[in-house]
């Protein structure tokens, strides 16, 4: 609860529509997309960046912990408040302004609140678009915080990728709004403090605004969803598809038949590619080009079809069966496989990044591991395999019933299996948050957490209250 002097202070910095404390208008922000939530203190929604410094200068002046929040759609607990009522969540929801388009530098300046369907929406009149896919609408600084990747990482990386120039507001005594950089692409006149800031979940500072360099539109997509031979198989069609589409494979997606199974069952109106028996393992791939097909020149769906054919004509072909269709009807089976989970659940989500040809290998020790240890857990994965992305979910055979126990051992086994035997990381590209604290404590060495604490330490006063980047003993006191 906030003392009523706190409540008029920081009404009195976003103005009445900026604060929040009613519960069923908090509700909202309390509750994240993919896990439970807390309890706020208040929602404070400033709608400049001088009033997101003046939020944060107050906050360390009294001790006030908070919880920056964009979109809320982070999958890590990292956006929502705890349950203890004392933490405010500082929306940069109202941090929304149309976009300032730069077509000749195509790089576009665009606010913390924007969304990136509105983004995108802005930058197709130009033929222009931010290429980070992800089947949720983020808002471009929980985006930035979080260094987001997603679906088409393969061809045009994360967002630290697109970013050249951030304004952040700090938790400092001062109230500081540092301009970091200008939007430039080549700049070694200073450090690149920019890059601190990218995807580190706001333990540093609030992201206000970013620049952002963004891509031509591609003029012509095609997908299919492709049946590997075995497991082997799946790098062995990565490597030929680089090789012989190069540049153009701008995606390549493994789910498995389980996960495919629940969206199938949970969206009648996606299409079934496999209306006899749904394979074990599939691989989601697209071609695209920003080039217009030339008159009389072979289209990307020929193109396409070539290279499965002769793939298929191999000795010991790495692909046994192929669904060619409208890129989008695929798509929607990808963007579903999330939601899907969520509505069979409890699910239990891992967000792990290997070496490529380490993904299908730790698969297969996680699967009999769990089938003797965790029977009571379905494997329902799937994942960006080209960048090593593993989103290792385990669906609850059970019904809606968690045993916290429990799940706390299957983490830590997960976990264990893939970091200690694969050398993997368990935040691929979700960030730490709460929901990855204990696995940051165990797993990320003492010296890395030092020096990360002590970054932190040079830019924040009081860090964000979901995310710690040093053990306990480092964590500054917020009072
Ligand atoms: C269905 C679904 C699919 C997803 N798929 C992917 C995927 O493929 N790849 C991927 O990378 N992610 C994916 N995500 C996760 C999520 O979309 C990303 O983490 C997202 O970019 C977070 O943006 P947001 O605006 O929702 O941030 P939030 O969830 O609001 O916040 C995320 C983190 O950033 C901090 N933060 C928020 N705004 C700011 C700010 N302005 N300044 C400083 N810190 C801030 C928060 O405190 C929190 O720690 C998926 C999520 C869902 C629900």
Same mark, same amino acid.
């Given at each position: 609860? !906030?003392?009523?002097?706190?409540?008029?202070?920081?009404?009195?910095?976003?103005?009445?529509?900026?604060?929040?404390?009613?519960?069923?208008?908090?509700?909202? =922000?309390?509750?994240?997309?993919?896990?439970?939530?807390?309890?706020?203190?208040?929602?404070?929604?400033?709608?400049?960046?001088?009033?997101?410094?003046?939020?944060?200068?107050?906050? /360390?002046?009294?001790?006030?912990?908070?919880?920056?929040?964009?979109?809320?759609?982070?999958?890590?607990?990292?956006?929502?408040?705890?349950?203890?009522?004392?933490?405010?969540?500082?929306?940069?929801?109202?941090?929304?302004?149309?976009?300032?388009?730069?077509?000749?530098?195509?790089?576009?300046?665009?606010?913390?609140?924007?969304?990136?369907?509105?983004?995108?929406?802005?930058?197709?009149?130009?033929?222009?678009?931010?290429?980070?896919?992800?089947? #949720?609408?983020?808002?471009?600084?929980?985006?930035?915080?979080?260094?987001?990747?997603?679906?088409?990482?393969?061809? =045009?990386?994360?967002?630290?990728?697109?970013? !050249? &120039? !951030?304004?952040?507001?700090?938790?400092? +005594?001062?109230?500081?709004?540092?301009?970091?950089?200008?939007?430039?692409?080549?700049?070694?006149?200073?450090?690149?403090?920019?890059?601190?800031?990218?995807?580190?979940?706001?333990?540093?500072?609030?992201?206000? #605004?970013?620049? $952002?360099?963004?891509?031509?539109?591609?003029?012509?997509?095609?997908?299919?969803?492709?049946?590997?031979?075995?497991?082997?198989?799946?790098?062995?069609?990565?490597?030929?598809?680089?090789?012989?589409?190069?540049?153009?494979?701008?995606?390549?997606?493994?789910?498995?038949?389980?996960?495919?199974?629940?969206?199938?069952?949970?969206?009648?109106?996606?299409?079934?590619?496999?209306?006899?028996?749904?394979?074990?393992?599939?691989?989601?791939? +697209? $071609?695209?080009?920003?080039?217009?097909?030339?008159?009389?020149?072979?289209?990307? +769906?020929?193109?396409?079809?070539?290279?499965?054919?002769?793939?298929?004509?191999?000795?010991?072909?790495?692909?046994?069966?192929?669904?060619? &269709?409208?890129?989008?009807? !695929?798509?929607?089976?990808?963007?579903?496989?999330?939601? #899907?989970?969520?509505?069979?659940?409890?699910?239990?989500?891992?967000?792990?990044?290997?070496?490529?040809?380490?993904?299908?290998?730790?698969?297969?020790?996680?699967?009999?591991?769990? #089938?003797?240890?965790?029977?009571?857990?379905?494997?329902?994965?799937?994942? %960006?395999?080209?960048?090593?992305?593993?989103?290792?979910?385990?669906?609850?055979?059970?019904?809606?019933?968690?045993?916290?126990?429990?799940?706390?051992?299957?983490?830590?086994?997960? %976990?264990?299996?893939?970091?200690?035997?694969?050398?993997?990381?368990?935040?691929?590209?979700?960030?730490?948050?709460?929901?990855?604290?204990?696995?940051?404590? %165990?797993?990320?060495?003492?010296?890395?957490?030092?020096?990360?604490?002590? /970054?932190?330490?040079?830019?924040?006063?009081?860090?964000?209250?979901?995310?710690?980047?040093?053990?306990?003993?480092?964590?500054?006191?917020?009072?």
């Amino acid at each position: 609860m !906030l003392e009523s002097n706190h409540r008029a202070a920081l009404a009195s910095i976003v103005g009445p529509a900026g604060f929040i404390v009613a519960p069923e208008d908090r509700a909202a =922000y309390e509750t994240a997309a993919r896990y439970g939530g807390g309890k706020a203190a208040a929602v404070v929604r400033p709608s400049t960046a001088a009033q997101v410094c003046a939020v944060l200068r107050y906050c /360390v002046q009294t001790g006030i912990r908070y919880i920056p929040q964009s979109g809320n759609t982070g999958l890590v607990s990292g956006s929502t408040p705890d349950d203890s009522g004392t933490q405010i969540i500082l929306s940069l929801d109202r941090l929304r302004s149309a976009p300032g388009i730069d077509v000749a530098d195509r790089t576009v300046q665009v606010t913390a609140g924007t969304r990136l369907s509105e983004l995108n929406l802005a930058l197709e009149p130009h033929g222009l678009f931010l290429p980070i896919d992800v089947s #949720a609408d983020p808002m471009i600084g929980g985006m930035v915080a979080t260094n987001t990747g997603g679906a088409r990482f393969l061809k =045009y990386g994360d967002m630290r990728r697109h970013v !050249l &120039g !951030l304004e952040v507001a700090l938790p400092d +005594e001062a109230g500081t709004l540092l301009q970091l950089s200008g939007g430039l692409r080549k700049d070694n006149s200073h450090l690149a403090l920019r890059q601190l800031f990218i995807g580190s979940c706001g333990a540093f500072g609030i992201i206000t #605004a970013a620049t $952002l360099e963004v891509h031509p539109r591609p003029k012509q997509a095609v997908a299919a969803i492709l049946v590997p031979r075995d497991e082997a198989a799946v790098i062995e069609l990565l490597i030929a598809f680089e090789s012989e589409a190069g540049e153009c494979l701008t995606a390549f997606e493994g789910i498995s038949g389980s996960a495919m199974r629940r969206a199938l069952a949970r969206f009648p109106s996606l299409r079934n590619p496999f209306p006899e028996a749904i394979p074990p393992y599939v691989v989601l791939m +697209e $071609l695209a080009s920003s080039s217009p097909c030339e008159p009389g020149g072979s289209t990307l +769906e020929a193109r396409l079809e070539a290279i499965v054919t002769r793939l298929a004509q191999r000795e010991s072909a790495p692909v046994t069966d192929a669904r060619f &269709g409208q890129s989008g009807h !695929l798509w929607a089976i990808r963007h579903s496989l999330s939601e #899907a989970l969520r509505l069979d659940g409890p699910v239990v989500g891992f967000d792990l990044s290997f070496r490529r040809g380490d993904v299908m290998r730790f698969r297969r020790a996680a699967i009999e591991l769990l #089938a003797s240890e965790f029977p009571d857990y379905e494997v329902c994965d799937f994942g %960006h395999v080209a960048d090593g992305g593993v989103h290792f979910n385990l669906v609850g055979r059970g019904g809606f019933e968690t045993d916290s126990q429990r799940v706390s051992e299957l983490r830590t086994r997960v %976990h264990t299996i893939a970091i200690e035997d694969f050398g993997a990381s368990f935040s691929g590209e979700h960030g730490i948050g709460r929901a990855n604290q204990s696995a940051y404590d %165990h797993f990320i060495p003492t010296a890395i957490q030092r020096y990360s604490a002590a /970054v932190s330490d040079v830019f924040s006063r009081i860090p964000a209250a979901a995310v710690r980047f040093g053990p306990p003993s480092v964590e500054r006191s917020n009072s």
